[in-house]
């Protein structure tokens, strides 16, 4: 992975942009079969693409909106990224992986630039575009712009379905809260794609293809069936626990020859994984789910802010009309 050339000129970090040349392909990735049927009607625009548009001459009656834009909306860990690597690597194309909550610029009026700047560059470089965490940056718009950051939000919104109307390449928004997008992208939206948690027979395809078929040393004891069907995880869920599997075989003392993944070695790996969730799940606001406390909405917060707004302006009045009456 390269970092992109032009993080200097915005200063987007390291990490928020990266030109990945794609390795992965559909055989690295199990998906259920209703996915894999959404993924197919997908995967199928892009074949047909060309013969619409141009050759049908569709191309000259609707010249906006020639973007392909999919989106893979599911829980973490279920194949998004995967699958967008893949259809990068199908049409033998570099994949520009966004990661939208580290592009944004503390300098007002940035990172509507930055969009646009990667869109740029998707252009020149023909990429296929892949937005990570998709609903951060194609958020419903808000009709309260009362304060900066909010019309900053929305002017990044509408740069992004400005250059979606003149981009013609393949652009895929991944997302595990669809729900919160602003409705105009949904017409921009070619399919949408859901990747589900994958059912008992896929969690044991993915278990085993997670190690080497030949150089993966497994004890006789290991059942990925029972795995599957014991915990109820996601695909990428299953990959770190065969790595921390892996880790805790081979730390175990002894020569590595005589060493051996066994059923306690993954067991232990997918206990911690379920953990690790759990302890990412804790917050502030579990604490005062848990304590009976409600936690005040949007609108209530609103009006509490204008309330205070209010209640300031009243302050400022009654000061000028008791310093006007001391001076009488």
């Known amino acids: 992975m390269a970092a992109f050339p032009f993080t200097r000129l915005f ?8 030109s990945i040349v794609p390795r992965r392909t559909f055989n690295d990735v ?3 079969p209703a996915t894999r049927r959404a993924l197919d ?21 609707h010249p906006t909106g020639l973007a392909l834009a999919f989106n893979f909306a599911g829980p973490p860990g279920t194949g998004k990224t995967i699958c967008a690597e893949a259809i990068a690597h199908s049409l033998g194309r570099r ?6 909550a580290e592009l944004e610029s503390l300098w007002m009026g940035e990172t509507p630039k930055n969009v646009s700047a990667i869109f740029r560059t998707a252009r020149e470089e023909g990429a296929v575009l892949l937005f990570d965490e998709a609903d951060a940056i194609a958020s419903r718009r808000s009709t309260f712009v009362d304060l900066g950051f909010q019309r900053e939000s929305n002017t990044v919104v509408s740069v992004l379905l400005q250059e979606l109307e ?18 105009a992208f949904e017409r921009r939206i070619r399919t949408h794609v859901l990747f589900e948690m994958p059912g008992e027979a896929e969690r044991e395809q993915i278990w085993r293809v997670q190690v080497h078929p030949t150089l993966t040393p497994l004890a006789a004891d290991v059942d990925f069936a029972t795995l599957a069907r014991r915990y109820e995880v996601s695909g990428g869920d299953i990959s770190n626990a065969v790595l921390k ?11 590595d020859s005589t060493k051996r993944i066994h059923q306690r070695h993954l067991e232990a790996g997918i206990g911690d994984v379920i ?4 302890v990412m799940r804790q917050s502030l606001f579990t ?9 005040p909405s949007d609108r209530t917060l609103r009006l509490l802010a204008y309330a205070l707004i209010g209640a300031g302006a009243a302050l400022i009045v009654a000061l000028i009309a008791l310093m006007v009456a001391l001076l009488k």
């Open 30 to 32: 199990i998906l259920p």
């Open 166 to 183: 003149q981009f013609n390449g393949v652009v895929i928004f991944a997302t595990n809260l669809a729900a919160s997008f602003d409705p």
């Open 287 to 295: 604490e005062l789910e848990n304590q009976n406390l409600r936690v």
């Open 11 to 18: 200063g987007i970090g390291r990490r928020a942009v990266e």
């Open 95 to 100: 994949l520009l992986l966004v990661r939208y």
């Open 41 to 61: 009607t997908a995967l199928s625009q892009l074949t047909h693409h060309n013969l619409i548009f141009n050759r049908w001459g569709l191309g000259e009656r």
């Open 245 to 255: 599997a892996a880790l805790g075989a081979a730390g175990e003392p002894g020569p």
């Open 275 to 278: 953990a690790g969730k759990r």
